[in-house]
């Protein structure tokens, strides 16, 4: 996948946040922010989906959801037209549903809300790295001048891994 650099140039370089009990935290990595209550809800939808624990790591990963849709869905905007950003479009449009329900089982729920925050937290560090790779001090970032419209550099993305 490719995002031009001209495209990225005027989005701000922003950490993400993950609010957590009540507090907000600024991280360098939006998935790394997520790994652990990502692998928690998992392990927990394949054991105790139903017990509160799960049901305080749902809400958190609703919330997740809601504060990582808004870069992810900027990430998606800047992508050129192609199947990449349809698909990374329908991803934040998926997440922020699952967010308003699930259905009854709880263990699809946990499964559903944690591989949205997941993909959400990928979108939004590739939209940071994009940001930061067209930003001032880069070889052929703004630092060393504009790229020409002509010839407009690239940033490209590491392919997308499933787990």
């Given amino acids: 996948m490719t995002v031009l650099a001209h495209e990225v140039a005027a989005v701000p370089s922003e950490a993400a946040t993950v609010t957590s009990a009540g507090q907000e935290t600024a991280i360098t990595s939006a998935t790394a922010a997520v790994a652990g209550d ?16 799960s049901a305080r790591l749902r809400e958190r990963l609703r919330e997740q ?8 869905e900027r990430y998606a905007d800047l992508l050129p037209e192609s199947r990449e950003k349809d698909i990374a479009a329908s991803t934040v449009r998926f997440a922020r549903k699952v967010t308003q329900g699930c259905g009854s089982d709880p263990a699809i729920a946990l499964r559903l809300l944690a591989k949205s925050v997941a993909h959400l937290a990928r ?3 590739l939209l940071r790295h994009a940001s930061t790779a067209s930003g001032a001090g880069l ?3 703004a ?8 010839r407009p550099r690239q940033v490209t993305a590491a392919p997308h891994r499933h787990r």
């Fill in 38 to 53: 990502v692998e928690a809800a998992l392990a927990l939808a394949d054991h105790h989906p139903a017990g509160e624990a």
């Fill in 65 to 72: 959801v809601r504060t990582l849709a808004v870069p992810a």
């Fill in 123 to 125: 979108y939004t560090d």
């Fill in 139 to 141: 070889p052929g970032g």
């Fill in 143 to 150: 630092g060393a001048g504009s790229p020409s419209p002509a």
